[in-house]
């Protein structure tokens, strides 16, 4: 078995940062896309800062705790977290500054405790499933990977995969159903 590329960045193999660019480059760039999409943020600007975090952490990758993939991938969530919570507060510093708007039942939005209900309604049905359901409902939804990726990274068959990522989907949709039902009502 190969030596992880982040272990041979680590020692200072001037090949292994290429060849970590090309292994998780379009990984990388795509889920940069996926994040930072509706908010108008540079995605080579963020993809560079997260290599950059790769290379910094690249001594704390140990194989015994996770694969690469996932150590890398969790570097690119949080990257990629601050920049949306950097972008977020810009624009609420720019809301605050703006006219007040006088606001019609069509515009209207929920407010932040109803949101914060329901994302933690989502978390703990999140929590509730399965652990190999979780895994790959995270592969997929938070980290943007292919069925074929997620199997790669996981060493399970692409079938399974597909079949725990439906399964997982419908777990959830079964317990937060409920939560709809109410706001419906409410409304």
């Known amino acids: 078995m190969a030596e992880p590329l982040l272990q041979l960045i680590a020692r200072g193999d001037p090949t292994a ?71 977020a507060s810009r624009r609420t510093t720019d809301i605050a500054s703006a006219p007040p708007v006088e606001q019609s039942r069509e515009n209207f939005t929920p407010d932040r405790a109803a949101l914060r209900d329901d994302l933690r309604a989502a978390a703990s049905a999140f929590e509730s499933l399965d652990r190999d359901e979780q895994q790959v409902l995270w592969y ?18 692409v079938g ?8 997982g989907m419908m777990r959830l949709r079964e317990l937060l159903s409920p939560v709809s039902a109410v706001k419906e009502v409410a409304r």
């Open 17 to 87: 940062v290429a060849r970590c660019i090309d292994e998780y480059g379009g990984t990388i760039r795509a889920i940069a896309s996926r994040y930072l999409r509706s908010m108008g943020e540079d995605v080579d600007d963020a993809v560079q800062e997260i290599f950059v975090e790769i290379w910094k952490s690249a001594g704390r990758y140990n194989p015994v705790l996770g694969s690469e993939p996932a150590f890398i991938a969790t570097i690119a969530h949080r990257r990629l977290t601050d920049r949306q919570r950097r972008a």
């Open 140 to 157: 997929s939804l938070y980290q943007g990977m292919s069925h074929e990726r997620i199997a790669d990274v996981t060493r399970i068959p």
């Open 160 to 167: 399974t995969v597909k079949t725990r990522i439906r399964r």
